[in-house]
């Protein structure tokens, strides 16, 4: 597989697994969601006073949807090295808890209404991130590069949140 993916090629040996890891991440998201309110009327929208670098509502699905998606073909890739291998387990473990702790974000900031313990959740969920990436990196090339984009965003989330806790 390796040198199949040296030349550039992308062989799914095994869609349904391909298939259900974009879904599970997926999931993930689709469960933050109902966590998640930022509508006329919510603490978010008008009680927050929110940084100038916010950026509109209609960026975050998108940019969370092709995270997960992106996300759910690193671990189709890792699982594809063997669930056998001890650091292939290890890293889908990472893997769940950081997935695990991207929903809790959405609870820790929107359902507690709290800047603050979202801004350390975000920062614990960072950690998982970066660990997960490396780990990632070192199986498969591939999958730790498919995880700096999440990992970008969810810096650039911290940052957010961590200016709203301060304006707050």
């Known amino acids: 597989m390796e040198n199949d993916m040296k030349q550039g090629v992308f062989p799914v040996r095994n869609p349904l697994l391909l298939i259900g890891c974009v879904v599970l991440t997926n999931l993930a ?3 933050g ?5 930022t509508g006329a009327g919510s603490w ?3 009680v ?4 100038w670098f916010v950026p509109p509502d ?4 998108i940019a969370w949807t092709a995270i997960f998606i992106l ?3 690193a671990l189709y890739l890792i699982l594809m090295e063997g669930t056998e291998r001890p650091d292939v387990q290890v890293a889908a473990g990472l893997f769940l808890c950081q997935l695990l702790l991207n929903i809790l974000w959405s609870y820790a900031f929107f359902t507690l209404q709290s800047p603050f313990f ?7 969920l960072w950690l998982f991130i970066l660990a997960v990436t490396v780990s990632f990196y070192r199986i498969n090339t591939i999958a730790g590069y498919l995880f700096i984009p999440y990992l970008a965003w969810v810096s650039f ?3 957010l949140n961590g200016t709203i806790y301060l304006l707050n």
Not at 33 to 37: E, G, L, Y
Not at 48 to 51: A, E, Q, R, S
Not at 58 to 61: Q, S
Request: aromatic residues 18%; charged residues 10%; without cysteine.
């Open 71 to 73: 996300m759910g073909i």
């Open 48 to 51: 927050l006073v929110k940084p």
């Open 118 to 124: 979202g801004f350390i959740e975000i920062l614990i």
């Open 29 to 31: 998201g689709f469960i």
């Open 157 to 159: 989330a911290a940052i």
């Open 58 to 61: 209609v960026v975050f699905p």
């Open 44 to 46: 978010y929208a008008d």
């Open 33 to 37: 969601s109902f966590f998640t309110d």
